[in-house]
Every structure is written in structure tokens, then in C-alpha cells.
Nanobody
Framework: QVQLVESGGGLVQAGGSLRLSCAAS????????MGWYRQAPGKQRELVAV????????NYADSVKGRFTISRDNAKNTVYLQMNSLKPEDTAVYYC??????????????WGQGTQVTVSS
């Protein structure tokens, strides 16, 4: 069994910053990539940022480029999302995702429970 535990969400004023964390634990053999998605009310879940474990390469949604930074700590199986210059349209539930191979050799896509980010204008 694999668990992803997120933290760091909350309420912030426009222009402010938040840092999200996501730690993966359980029967993990290897993690290929970790990322953050978000889902606003009435909208589909969308990719925010992803980081490849092996070489640290990253990819961002156009809407967050230059404002958000994704990073990782491989030793802790943890991924972070530093969010600066937040806008009201960033308000959403943010979900952590990990593409990994379990200790049983199964490739899975694992999700966290989500953390609410609310940006007030």
C-alpha cells in the first residue's frame, strides 16, 4: 500500500505565497515522477507541475510558469510546490500525484487526498 500525504494549503491574499508538501510512503520500489494537479469548482482537474525523479526535469502549466516552482527531495520521497504571486484564479483543491512502482513490481498512479488553496482578492 502506498500513501501520499499533502500539507501546506490554506487561505492567502492575492500576491501572497504558499508552499505545498507531499510525502510518499509505503511499499515503494521506485518513483518515476511526482507532480501537482488542481481542481477548481465546476472545472476539470488540470496539471500544475511535474518533476521527473531521475534528472529533475520539470514541466509547468502555462498559467503558473514564472510563479510556481516544483522541487523534490528524493531521500524523503517528497515533492514541494512553492507558489508565489498567487492569484484568485489559483483557488482550487491541489492534489499530489506519484507515478511509481510498488514493492510488488506493480506500476501505479497514486493520488493524495487533496489540500485546499484559497486566494482572496
Amino acid at each position: 500500500q502506498v500513501q501520499l500525504v499533502e500539507s501546506g494549503g490554506g487561505l492567502v491574499q492575492a500576491g501572497g505565497s504558499l508552499r505545498l508538501s507531499c510525502a510518499a510512503s509505503g511499499s515503494i520500489f521506485s518513483i518515476n515522477a511526482m507532480g501537482w494537479y488542481r481542481q477548481a469548482p465546476g472545472k476539470q482537474r488540470e496539471l500544475v507541475a511535474v518533476i521527473i525523479r531521475s534528472d529533475g526535469s520539470t514541466n509547468y502549466a502555462d498559467s503558473v510558469k514564472g510563479r510556481f516552482t516544483i522541487s523534490r527531495d528524493n531521500a524523503k520521497n517528497t515533492v514541494y510546490l512553492q507558489m508565489n504571486s498567487l492569484k484568485p484564479e489559483d483557488t482550487a483543491v491541489y492534489y499530489c500525484n506519484a507515478a511509481l512502482t510498488t514493492g510488488w513490481g506493480t506500476y501505479i498512479d497514486s493520488w493524495g487526498q487533496g489540500t485546499q488553496v484559497t486566494v482572496s482578492s
